[in-house]
């Protein structure tokens, strides 16, 4: 501090502009449910759909939710990922309690995720 103050009378600085602010606070992500990290492997896929899933890169629950909020069609376009396949996939899902039953509300941790 005393450079600074030096530094401010040569240089006819004002010191104030050496003193740090506090940066914004950074927004924290919402909370994500556990199951997010699990892989998919626990969903007991068939084999078509496990690999369709893989080979798009997509190695866990969580992902596979997120791919969903952005639609149906977003996994229809998955490389051999047909109508049969996302059925499989969404009947796995709610069997393991990962998305709620057709007609169901979304729990609170869902909603969080925002799954619907």
């Not at 103050?5 to 506090?22: C, R, W, Y």
């Not at 990922?81 to 057709?102: M, N, W």
């Amino acid at each position: 501090t005393i450079l600074m103050q030096h530094l401010g009378i040569i240089a006819n600085v004002d010191p104030s502009m050496f003193t740090q602010e506090a940066a914004p606070p950074v927004e924290e992500e919402p909370a994500r449910p556990d199951y997010y990290d699990l892989p998919i492997e626990g969903l007991d896929l068939s084999v078509r759909v496990f690999n369709s899933l893989k080979r798009t890169g997509i190695t866990t629950i969580g992902e596979v939710l997120e791919m969903l909020e952005k639609g149906e069609d977003a996994m229809l376009a998955i490389r051999n990922f047909g109508d049969k396949s996302l059925e499989e996939l969404l009947t796995a899902l709610r069997e393991k309690g990962y998305l709620p039953e057709e007609g169901e509300e979304a729990e609170p941790a869902e909603q969080a995720a925002g799954v619907e």
